[in-house]
């Protein structure tokens, strides 16, 4: 099994060649060795491969492809997507700034979140983004003073609940009747009423985001059919409505899942769309996960082998703070060796240094590996370096983005000088 070329499932960048892992032409012992553990590193191909999945579904259509950048929000990954014509779905002023930082053109930013302050409303009013998505009808009130007192108007799209079943894990489950999100599906049309009404405000579309790692195409469609029948009373109403954004939560591979491919996904979406007469509408879709999650890989270092009575404990320098979905989640994450070996795999937790017992990266693992080994957390592009903190004072992990055979440092790791920098302990 050490010759050759071993792709591993769901990442095509990512494959054993002559038993050493790689990231497209970038063997990860000698980035291991030359940036320290742990360490993210991302292909650039994965990335655009994944986008241009979403733009061969829309060939031909009005769309616009806004990545939501809370995924992974590092700018070395939001220039990738600034560069191919991305637009961006952003959740604070914090990634409005980050966005604009990379490069990206403010027309194609979309603000969502259930929670945008005034301060982010009036920072993104300035910055002349394409839309707030707006989540609650308290949230239309407050956008429209602050827009009146800015002197422009806000074009809106008001997020609806569908209250479809995304079929996916609760915490990532967005569009059911208990969620904290949008507007409840018999409110809609009374809040189109309002935000018409409002003169700070400029009604431009509808959107809807259900949920997260969805594998299925059914939750997709019967949302999308809730939300036609919305906008076919909505412009009953005479409000007319000039997008239709369908949201995000497109699945990837971490185990063994087969999510449809968004190319075929769409047509089946378009396909709805085309019958019912909105096919020519301007179309927006808001990706994250599927953008990114198997681009990226978490090179990190067996620091201790540590066998139990009840279990087997592989100790890594990789932790909780920087691979947080296994503790928020239970999600699984694979994990394998660098370097493929030869012998007897024995089963471990995989576990980090962080004081919690939720600290654990993967349970019930057979691998065969030796103190000192590096193995790479496979599907770490989405949601795992966006939600690292400094927990234990933990340095955030550097980052590295591959192209072909060049391998540039997107992000140093974080270092002590780093953490303590914005404290005061005598509180001068
Ligand atoms: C998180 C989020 C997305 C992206 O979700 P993924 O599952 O990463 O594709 C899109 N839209 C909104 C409003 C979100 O909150």
Redesign the pocket.
């Known amino acids: 099994m050490t010759n050759g070329d071993t792709r591993l499932p769901g990442h095509p960048h990512i494959a054993h060649r002559d038993g050493l892992l790689q990231v497209e032409g970038v063997a990860l012992d000698a980035l291991a060795k030359e940036h320290g553990t742990p360490l993210f590193v991302y292909s650039k191909q994965w990335m655009l491969d994944a986008l241009a999945a979403y733009q061969r579904g829309f060939e031909g259509r009005d769309a616009l492809v806004c990545y939501?950048m809370?995924?992974n929000s590092s700018l070395g990954v939001l220039r990738v997507f600034a560069e191919a014509g991305c637009g961006f779905?952003i959740?604070s002023g914090g990634e409005l700034a980050r966005v604009l930082a990379a490069g990206a053109d403010p027309a194609k930013v979309i603000f969502?979140?259930v929670g945008k302050t005034r301060a982010e409303m009036r920072q993104a009013l300035a910055a002349k983004i394409g839309c707030f998505?707006v989540e609650s009808e308290a949230e239309l009130e407050v956008l429209h003073q602050v827009a009146s007192e800015t002197g422009v108007r806000a074009a809106v799209s008001i997020?609806i609940n569908p209250n479809v079943d995304p079929k996916t894990h609760p915490y990532?489950s967005?569009g059911l009747k208990g969620n904290k999100?949008g507007i409840a599906h018999d409110r809609a049309l009374a809040a189109y009423r309002h935000a018409a009404s409002l003169s700070g405000l400029q009604v431009v579309g509808i959107d809807c985001?259900i949920?997260?790692?969805i594998t299925e195409a059914a939750p997709y469609l019967e949302a999308l059919e809730r939300v036609l029948d919305l906008v076919e009373q909505i412009e009953a109403a005479g409000i007319p409505l000039h997008h239709l954004d369908f949201?995000?939560?497109?699945g990837i591979d971490y185990h063994g899942e087969t999510p449809p491919a968004a190319d075929s996904l769409w047509l089946q979406l378009l396909a709805r769309l085309d019958a019912r007469g909105f096919g020519r509408r301007r179309l927006i879709v808001?990706?994250?996960?599927?953008l990114v999650g198997n681009a990226g890989v978490c090179v990190t270092e067996v620091l201790y082998l540590k066998p139990g009575e009840e279990k087997n404990f592989c100790i890594i320098d990789a932790a909780m703070n920087d691979l947080p979905r296994p503790a928020m989640y239970q999600a699984f994450h694979a994990i394998v060796p660098v370097r493929e070996g030869a012998g007897d795999s024995q089963t471990y937790d995989v576990v980090g240094p962080v004081c919690e017992s939720g600290d654990w990266i993967g349970r019930d693992r057979a691998l065969r590996v030796a103190e000192g080994d590096l193995l790479a957390v496979l599907s770490a592009g989405?949601?795992c370096m966006a939600m690292a903190s400094n927990y234990n004072s933990r340095g955030r992990a550097a980052e590295v983005l591959v192209s072909g055979t060049n391998a540039s440092v997107i992000r140093r790791r974080e270092s002590i000088e780093d953490q303590l920098r914005s404290e005061r302990p005598d509180g001068a």
């Open positions: 939501a809370k995924a779905d959740v969502s979140g998505n997020r990532i967005t999100f985001h949920g997260s790692q949201g995000g939560g497109l808001e990706p994250g996960r599927s989405a949601y």
